[in-house]
């Protein structure tokens, strides 16, 4: 029997490489998609691998169309594509709108938005001729909450995820695809030194009821139960995985 293939966008770190690791223990072969960091690749090819899956790694920018055909073709060298973990994502400086460069916030809606249209674009494409596959998009928290005064421009990209993952699981659904998104919460990564501010993790544990951030683990059981025939009935859902957030 075949494994299954699956694409993780934004793989080298955080909650993508813990989801890399994760899908290979359970059985998956993995593409690692990373935009710039090639020694963090590399190290999660390495985990990847020594956890007995098959992997590659492609540079790719998930906001050009080239680069996004070029991944699916470089991955169809591991089998069919039966899964795609979009989980990409950039947020731009924190603070308050009236501060936001244009830059920043353009570069956030092709990073999470865009990216995740070509890329989801693509992967239906490729697995609505065989009837089969699922595409887990990684949302935020940050949809519902609005984010005010650190990124609501990231926050309105990721209110369009849980958008896209409702619309593209009710056109998807009669093919087989399932399409579903996890929504994590406050989780103990690099992205917070990324946006300005490492100790925000510890401004906001107050604010949580499990009084903890969460783990790119704990983000990364929950993308890969949506990949699994366990969750075969679950589709056009956005998994909140927030402490109670």
């Known amino acids: 029997m075949s494994r299954p293939v699956t694409v993780v966008t934004g793989g080298s770190r955080g909650i993508g490489a813990a989801t890399c690791v994760r899908l290979a223990a359970d059985g998956h072969d993995l ?5 710039r960091d090639d020694a963090a690749a590399e190290r999660t090819a390495t985990a990847v691998r020594e956890a007995g899956a098959r992997c590659v790694t492609v540079r790719v920018d998930v906001s050009d169309e080239g680069d996004v ?34 830059a920043d916030l353009r570069r956030v809606m092709e990073v999470n938005l865009l990216g995740t249209l070509l890329c989801s674009r693509r992967a239906a494409r490729d697995m609505v001729p065989r009837g089969v596959g699922a595409i887990v998009n990684v949302s935020s928290g940050a949809a519902t909450l609005g984010s005010p005064g650190e ?95």
């Open 151 to 245: 990124y609501v421009h990231y926050a309105a990209s990721k209110a369009a995820i849980d958008t896209l993952t409702m619309g593209l699981s009710k056109e998807l659904g009669p093919d087989g695809i399932r399409v579903n998104g996890v929504a994590p919460g406050l989780v103990e990564t690099e992205m917070h030194a990324a946006m300005g501010e490492p100790d925000r993790p510890a401004r906001l544990i107050p604010t949580i009821p499990l009084r903890r951030a969460g783990t790119a683990e704990e983000i990364a059981a929950a993308i890969a139960w949506l990949l699994s025939p366990e969750a075969s009935y679950a589709t056009g859902t956005v998994l909140r995985v927030a402490g109670g957030r």
């Open 31 to 35: 593409v690692v998609a990373y935009a």
């Open 69 to 102: 055909e070029g991944l699916f073709d470089t991955a169809e060298r591991l089998g069919p594509v039966t899964g795609l973990v979009n989980n990409a994502g950039v947020t731009g400086r924190l603070g308050r709108l009236v501060d936001a460069d244009t």
